[in-house]
């Protein structure tokens, strides 16, 4: 293996420590903690596990977390009525509501329920056209990581060849968005994308956001080349990545883990677009 692994899970508890040290201030200027709620819908076992992480971390930086379990047979009027509850509540600053939904809940609906100030998942199409045109909103936090992770370790991307794999609302799009606004010259693949290692030879930035284990392997990738994997598959071998590790390793320059990689930055990511999200909502600069 020659290449270097980029600690995630490091970076991002550095992050959450420097969120951390803003609490305080805003919370002398505006007389509150920033807060952030968040929904589960059912027993989803990942999903529990996801929203237990995100309120301890939202406590451990000093920040108000509010959970609200539901039960799986919960309405969308319900689930709606308590989303309208958190937008009028002033003491939330963001919102969360757990993905995936049951089945019988309009996913698109609650979404766009959440008002777009207090979206700090980023997934209302009024922050995906902000992102889209360049004006100031909530990005995705999952390709924000990923963002902070690839100029942390090339410093500018300006120039440089990316490959997005998957072309998600939550992962892929906003991914591609922010590497075009970083000046990368950006490629998105996907399903139907004929030859993908053919891309992959080129790219200098490879993120993978497919959902299938051990998917790109080694030798479709550029010797050098800097890859993000976003993909968490549960295998009978634990949790494994979109991208063969192993066979990756020992071509590119350097590679996130899994885990260990973008799932904490994710979280990390969270917690920022909270701040950011109680500072704005306070009518309060931010130092930093
Ligand atoms: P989706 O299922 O929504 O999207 C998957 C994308 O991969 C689609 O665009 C799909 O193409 C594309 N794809 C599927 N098969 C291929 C193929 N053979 N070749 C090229 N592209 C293909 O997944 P998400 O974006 O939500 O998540 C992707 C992965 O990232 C998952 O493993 C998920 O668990 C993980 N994830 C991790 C997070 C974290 O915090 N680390 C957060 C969110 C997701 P098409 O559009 O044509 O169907």
Known sequence: ??????????????????????????????????????????????????????????????????????????????????????????SVDGILVQLPLPKHIDEQAVLLRISPEKDVDGFHPVNAGRLAT?????????PLGCLMLLQDKLGSLSGLDAVVIGRSNIVGKPMAALLT????????????????PHYLK???????????????????????????????????????????????????GAITPVPGGVGPMTIACLLRNTLVAAHRNAGVALEA
Request: hydrophobic letters at 50%; proline letters at 4%; charged letters at 20%.
């Open 1 to 90: 293996m020659t290449a270097e692994i980029i600690d995630g899970k490091a970076f991002a508890a550095g992050l959450r420590a420097r969120i951390a040290t803003l609490v305080p201030a805003f919370e002398a200027a505006a007389g509150r903690v920033p807060g952030l709620a968040v929904v589960l819908v059912g027993e989803d076992p990942a999903s529990a596990v996801y929203v237990r992480s995100k309120g301890k971390q939202t406590r451990e930086a000093g920040m108000a977390s509010f959970e609200h379990r539901l039960p799986a047979d919960t309405t969308q009027a319900e689930l709606l009525a308590l989303v309208d509850q958190l937008n009028a509540d002033a």
């Open 181 to 196: 606004k970083a000046s990368a010259t950006v490629t998105v693949a996907h399903s139907r994308t004929r030859n993908l």
């Open 202 to 252: 080129h790219a200098d930035i490879v993120v993978a956001a497919v959902g299938i284990p051990h998917f790109v392997k080694g030798e479709w990738l550029k010797p050098g080349a800097t890859v993000i994997d976003v993909g968490i598959n549960r295998t009978e071998n634990g949790l494994v990545g979109d991208v063969d590790f192993e066979s990756a390793a020992s071509v590119v």
């Open 134 to 142: 360049g004006l100031e909103g909530f990005v995705p936090c999952t």
